[in-house]
T-cell receptor, first 114, second 112 residues
Framework: NAGVTQTPKFQVLKTGQSMTLQCAQDMNHEYMSWYRQDPGMGLRLIHYSVGAGITDQGEVPNGYNVSRSTTEDFPLRLLSAAPSQTSVYFC?????????????FGPGTRLTVT | AQSVTQPDIHITVSEGASLELRCNYSYGATPYLFWYVQSPGQGLQLLLKYFSGDTLVQGIKGFEAEFKRSQSSFNLRKPSVHWSDAAEYFCAAYFGNEKLTFGTGTRLTIIP
């Protein structure tokens, strides 16, 4: 099993550009989520999905879109990048939304918006 | 408001010394509690978790944590640290609101 994979590892964008951060898991997990990690702020939930076709907002969803067309993939789209979106982004997955299920995290994507 | 606090931003300990990382939460009940470790350039890995029952929880890599309801704390401990324990450690809690709330993290440096 590859676990949770994320691409790219690093990305530099100019303000206003769009891009998609990719996330995939091969563990047949129903629950997937995106976090951003900023210095001094821990991880904050952006969006999550409890299964294919179902997504919902986390605590910091503005400026991001998600979709879940398959169980394996959960891409995060930045429609018009802003410097405030400079961060490290982590994708995570687990068997279900119940917190008793361990969340597995990907290695992260470091995004810089200039 | 529900929150998780890690009072120590950075801790330095000598290899072989004991370690305690602090975590406090603010909540009207007992949340589910977690400790994660993030090695440089890596994602987060679950060390241990507490839901109920025995307040001393054993985890991976020789770590343990003790839940103290009276102090709203869930401190992480290790009797003897190794150089490979250098990482960032995050305490997190589930307050029943569909998401994990993370603390701001404690960076651990090990000196020889």
């Amino acid at each position: 099993n590859a676990g949770v994979t994320q691409t790219p590892k690093f990305q530099v964008l100019k303000t206003g550009q769009s891009m998609t951060l990719q996330c995939a898991q091969d563990m047949n997990h129903e629950y997937m989520s995106w976090y951003r990690q900023d210095p001094g702020m821990g991880l904050r939930l952006i969006h999550y999905s409890v299964g294919a076709g179902i997504t919902d907002q986390g605590e910091v969803p503005n400026g991001y879109n998600v979709s879940r067309s398959t169980t394996e993939d959960f891409p995060l789209r930045l429609l018009s990048a802003a410097p405030s979106q400079t961060s490290v982004y982590f994708c995570a997955s687990s068997y279900g939304r119940d917190p008793s299920y361990e969340q597995y995290f990907g290695p992260g994507t470091r995004l810089t918006v200039t | 408001a529900q929150s998780v606090t890690q009072p120590d931003i950075h801790i330095t300990v000598s290899e072989g010394a004991s370690l305690e990382l602090r975590c406090n939460y603010s909540y009207g009940a007992t949340p589910y509690l977690f400790w994660y470790v993030q090695s440089p350039g890596q994602g987060l890995q679950l060390l241990l978790k507490y839901f109920s029952g025995d307040t001393l929880v054993q985890g991976i890599k020789g770590f343990e944590a003790e839940f103290k309801r009276s102090q709203s704390s869930f401190n992480l401990r290790k009797p003897s640290v190794h150089w490979s324990d250098a990482a960032e450690y995050f305490c997190a809690a589930y307050f029943g609101n569909e998401k994990l709330t993370f603390g701001t993290g404690t960076r651990l440096t090990i000196i020889p």
